[in-house]
């Protein structure tokens, strides 16, 4: 039997699986199906049984992490991954034998590349940069000189710069470049000086390569 | 407006398994994340069986109980108990009741409770929740002559239990904003479940599309809003669920904390006039669910948002959604209307 006559079949059980799955459990499509269908099709490439195993679980956990971004890129992962498997495999039965040294050699492959890309993928999605106000004033006397504190914390685990931007009713008041740790706070004074009575409006902006971040602060000077 | 949190340490007491989602520290990257001022802590209040029975068959509450004591740890494929859950469930519906009795126009109660309840429905504990905390809310607010409620979910998932419980009703409308079934569990809340009966078109489904972002997230409130006011409600509960943020390991709606902010922000003038309350619902990033939940609350209470980050913008097929949405529920709402 070639691909050819399996094609349909494994994408019905694929798309079939992932689907009912999703719609039966919050957390089973991340967990069981990647699993059962990767050691399904790994058996049928004949590594020996632990090492299928091993394979299939380091590509679940791939394809697990994948669905988090996009479910239907983990599907066509596991299809792919699939396919290719079940193209190369011979037969079906449960292969107990001692594995060769080229299974080694792939089954390694497949580990070594899966746990890159987790790390990749973990690292992507393992920081932000966090920006507000401290105890902000909603409202001020006129004449009484107003400092605004504006914190900034960087969840990174690696140095993040950014250029820290205020405007006053529109007018550029403050531009500063900081530069945090990872995991370190700062907080910076904004000098408003003496504002006349009426509404007033502080827009804070903070941009770096990790994204942009916009605070607006409304003050009240009472008279 | 004033802002009041209903919580306590007693909600940690209903264990799940070591890599659940739906973990006790959940709450605590809330609170750990709060902002130093601005909102009142209130206890918990624990709730008694005859409140569970204001919406679940009382066999399906004895089989809870006694499934629980005995010390079975799964009531379904997702939904981890421990010995304790049964007590803490009573915990989470005593204080979501607690929270909506006390609502006032222009003071908002949220109940941050656990287990959370919007998949639980009168005969079933599903998808991590036991009991149905906003649905035993909502009856406790009729009992207490309220004629009309509205509940806004905007959890990632759809509130299949809540609609359930009401789906024959039109003195409750439903309204629920959520990831497309199709791709995401429960695989309901289409757009063309509309209700039944006398509750027929008291029931709103907006789905969004995988990747939705912000964009679509506010595309579906500022509709879900302007249903609510032409229904008309005596108050309004909030299913608060923050596992469509970006960060969430459940989900792909892609929302960001300044999505939240702006769904609070959408309801806060209508909170000035009639009573809102809340229940925590999923939410499963520290993140995510920490600061977007300060985020929507503050928002709700018309203040400055305490934390931000970068909104996130959807695909052009949101529009096609919005359509669907309007081809189901166009004619009992002329929102659309010339």
Known sequence: MRLSNHVPLILLLVGAGMGALEQTSKIAPFLVLPSLILLFASLRARPGLAISFLSALSLASLSSLMARESTLLSSIFIAA????????????????????????????????????????????????????????????????????????????????SLILRAYLDGTAILTKTLTLGPDEERIVQIALGRLDPGDHELEVLGEGSWGSLKLKLNLEVVG | MRLFVHTGEVFKAHKVGRFHPEVPERLDYIMSSSPHAGFTVEEPKKGDIDLLLLVHDPWHVETVRTTVLKGLTRLDIDTDVSRESFDVALWAAGTAVDAALRSRPGEIRLALVRPPGHHASRTESRGFCIFNNIAIAVEALRERGMSKIAIFDFDAHHGDGTQSVFYDRRDVLYVSVHQDPATLYPGTGFPDEVGTGEGEGYTINMPLPPGSGDEGLLTMTGVAKRIIEMFSPDALGFS???????????????????????????FSDLCSRIPCFGTLEGGYDPFGLGKGFWNFAFGLAGRDAPYTEGGTTGPEKIEAYLNWVKSSVGKYWPLWAR
């Open chain 2, 240 to 266: 608060m669920g923050f596992d469509g943020h970006h960060r969430d390991p459940l989900t792909e709606l892609n929302y960001s904390i300044m999505g939240f902010y702006r769904v609070g922000s959408i």
């Open chain 1, 81 to 160: 991954v699939g396919l290719v498997l079940y193209h190369f495999g011979e037969t079906m039965h449960l292969d107990f034998r001692k594995p060769t040294k080229t299974e080694v050699a792939i089954v390694a492959i497949i580990i070594v590349l899966s746990g890159i890309s987790i790390f990749a993928f973990v690292r992507r999605g393992s920081g932000y940069v966090e920006m507000y106000f401290v105890s902000p004033p909603s409202t001020l006397e006129s004449g009484q000189s107003a400092v605004i504190r504006v914190a900034i914390a960087n969840h990174f685990g690696e140095e993040k």
